[in-house]
């Protein structure tokens, strides 16, 4: 975001309802994870041009936690915010839905709080 509050990237425009706000969801170490904050995880596809992990920020669109691109292992291949997806594509989707306490929950691949 600019000096002057004008919106430069897709997470600035994004905003945070409430710094911090919980999403309900946890890492793979069983942190809870807040809108915020940077996680970072595996990358699953074309590791030849980001490398084996990357870094999003946890931002909200609308009342969705979603993740927005902020760099990976090779350096920053998008423009900040240019890429994500919701945060809930991170975890089984039984699970997410049915499962009885979402504490007991974690994502797929490994993916950690790394920062907020």
Same mark, same amino acid.
């Given at each position: 975001?600019?000096?002057?509050?004008?919106?430069?990237?897709?997470?600035?425009?994004?905003?945070?309802?409430?710094?911090?706000?919980?999403?309900?969801?946890?890492?793979?170490?069983?942190?809870?994870?807040?809108?915020?904050?940077?996680?970072?995880?595996?990358?699953?596809?074309?590791?030849?041009?980001?490398?084996?992990?990357?870094?999003? @920020?946890?931002?909200?669109?609308?009342?969705?936690?979603?993740?927005?691109?902020?760099?990976? @292992?090779?350096?920053?291949?998008?423009?900040?915010?240019?890429?994500?997806?919701?945060?809930? @594509?991170?975890?089984?989707?039984?699970?997410?839905?049915?499962?009885?306490?979402?504490?007991?929950?974690?994502?797929?691949?490994?993916?950690?709080?790394?920062?907020?």
């Amino acid at each position: 975001m600019s000096k002057d509050k004008t919106p430069t990237t897709p997470v600035d425009v994004v905003g945070y309802p409430s710094c911090g706000a919980a999403t309900g969801l946890y890492d793979s170490n069983g942190r809870p994870i807040r809108i915020g904050d940077k996680v970072k995880t595996k990358v699953t596809g074309n590791t030849d041009y980001h490398g084996k992990w990357a870094i999003y @920020e946890v931002a909200v669109r609308g009342m969705v936690p979603v993740l927005m691109y902020v760099t990976s @292992e090779k350096g920053d291949r998008f423009p900040r915010g240019y890429t994500g997806c919701a945060l809930s @594509e991170k975890y089984d989707a039984k699970m997410f839905l049915w499962g009885s306490d979402l504490a007991d929950v974690r994502p797929y691949d490994k993916m950690t709080v790394c920062g907020g």
